[in-house]
């Protein structure tokens, strides 16, 4: 092959479209399209604008990078790699898409050191990076002293065609510019290709239009293959626009540099071919090697080491100096980096008898939240426009608003979907924080993905679901959770608690604070309607998922499973077949993944392998209850679609009832 004299900068950009190209044909598996067309926008954001230190990725001042078009993940190993990061070998991109390998199908931020969030589902990493936006403006806000600055980076985003089409995209940007997250910058990779082909066949709409209609300053690069000034132009201009979020249209060729097949579907999710390689190759004139790099390029954008290391003392300089004038604020802000819990945190929660008076566990949550924002200033959320039937208000706190992005309250408006990649993002922050987002239980169907990945991705979030049954009572079968609850459930690594009192409300979310510090998410599951405060409920019950709060004397004839409102039933019906004669064990089961995390002689101490007669209680699916009831248990349950009707009507005509308990209960006696 010829030798082709190719620049510095060329060579860069060319080296990074050939780790792509090389990683994808060897494991046959992969997304080559976007990191060909994209690589001079990635070039020029690493090399020349970027603050990072990549031997430590998690310098709490980094700028943040979200790949949004996580498919097109090679290009962000292809950097994590030539710009020096540890967690990203050549060995690595030669072992892309295999097993245990650091260099997953798309970006997992779990896996990868450099990767900030998990992104894949497309449209979630701009959702996220909102979320990474408002964290960087409230503990800007929050920290920052005139002449004292220790909070101040912006969070990058390359997305694609597909995460602009999807909905959730659109709540997330909309809310980002009504904030004007001015370090929120995205570039746009317009490359007018999707899997079916041209986006003509369904994307003809005016996105730099919608974005401006949303608040954002909006740029365009007409060249984004070989125009790297006008990408670096159009990135100083976005930083030099204070009060809005930027995004840039940066009209790519996807698959550029490919003969054949540049500018169509088959280069966006298929290896190139070995013929449709070297015609690559020769074409862009690369005459090197599959995974050879040139040591020029290796030599240039590893200074990202040199300089990283530089942006990281200049920022421990300043805040020693931070340190000396405001020891208070820096002691809180190494305590929220540190994450740990401030001594004695949980205490603020209260405790009830069963003679205090019975109000809904949303009530009870409200407390809790309360009392919990005055020792940990890092607690942060709200609702999707239902702030006043969640109660989730900070009491006390402003709203979280442009200009005023110190406060606490969030209002996401009706954008469940946004609100929970959001929180994701602000937990994946690294800075200590824990959101909350709350909507209707019913309403976590508009945001499973962002919990789904909120548990994948280990993210630190606290969901607050009320009105969690049919108790929820007139507005009927489309706001009242059937399955709801078995399906989050199903969900690994998620927390889900679903507490019957005030007593298991402040064990909820001792729980999900923990949990929150653990990186771990929680799902707290409250009630519209009033339930009564029981004896023996404790906090300490919770945290083991499932115990005993009323018993016989010796072996149980019986035992009854209940969780949250449904709890006082089995209560009610204990008593009533014991003035029969019967011997009643009554469970308290706030959460079968807490259970679950028991020992085995724990669990068989709660529910013994001899006691064979079990009825579980919940107004919800029988779906998941025959693990604890099994094939001579029974279960009062709901598997049919709600009705409209007010919240007793509807629990007495769907069985849940303590004359309805007993009456299952006696069945299985005989």
Known sequence: MAVVTQSLEELCINSIRFLAVDAIEKSKSGHPGLPMGAAPMAFVLWDKFMRYNPKNPRWFNRDRFVLSAGHGCMLQYAMLYLT??????????????????????????????????????????????????????????????????????????????????????????????????????????????????????????????????????????????TDINAIASAIEAAKAVKDKPTMIKVTTTIGYGSPNKANTAGVHGAALGGDEVALTRKNLGWEYEPFVVPQDVISHLGKAVGRGADYEKEWNKAFADYKAKYPQEAAEFERLLSGKLPDGWNQVLPTYTAADKALPTRKHSETCLNKLAGVLPELIGGSADLTHSNLTEIKGEGDFQKGQFQNRNIHFGVREHAMGAICNGMALHGSGLIPYGATFLIFTDYMRAAIRLSALSEAGVIWVMTHDSIGQGEDGPTHQPIETLASLRAIPNLTVIRPADGNESSGAYTVAITRAKQNAPTLLAFTRQNVPNLAGTS????????????????????????????????????????????????????????????????????????????????????????????????????????????????????????????????????
């Open 84 to 225: 020096g990061y540890d967690s990203v070998t050549i060995e690595d991109i030669k072992q892309f898409r295999q097993w245990g390998s650091r260099t997953p199908g798309h970006p997992e931020n779990f896996e990868t050191p450099g990767v900030e969030v998990t992104t894949g589902p497309l449209g979630q990493g701009i959702a996220n990076a909102v979320g990474l936006a408002m964290a960087e403006a409230h503990l800007a806000a929050k920290f920052n002293k005139p002449g004292s600055t220790i909070v101040d980076h912006y969070t990058y985003v390359i997305l694609g065609d597909g995460c602009n089409m999807e909905g959730v995209s659109g709540e997330a940007a909309s809310l980002a510019g009504h904030y004007g997250l001015g370090k929120l910058i995205a570039l746009y990779d317009d490359n007018h290709i999707s899997i079916d082909g041209s986006t003509d066949v369904a994307f003809t709409e005016d996105v730099s239009k919608r974005f401006e209609a949303y608040g954002w300053h909006v740029l365009h690069v007409e060249n984004g293959n």
């Open 539 to 670: 906090v300490e019950g919770v945290t083991k998922g499932g115990y005993i709060i009323l018993d016989s004397q010796g072996t149980p004839d019986i035992i009854l499973i209940g969780t949250g409102s449904e709890l006082s039933l089995c209560v009610g019906a204990a008593e009533k077949l014991t003035a029969t004669g019967k011997k009643v064990r009554v469970v308290s089961m706030p959460s079968t993944d807490l259970f679950e995390e028991q020992d085995s002689s724990y669990k068989e101490s709660v529910l013994p392998k001899a006691v064979t007669k079990r009825l579980a209680v919940e107004a919800g699916s029988s779906f998941g209850w025959h693990k604890y009831i099994g094939i001579e248990g029974d279960a009062v349950s709901i598997d049919r679609f709600g009705a409209s009707a007010p919240g007793g009507i509807c629990l007495e005509k769907f069985g849940f009832t303590v004359d309805n308990v007993v009456a299952k209960a006696q069945a299985l006696l005989g």
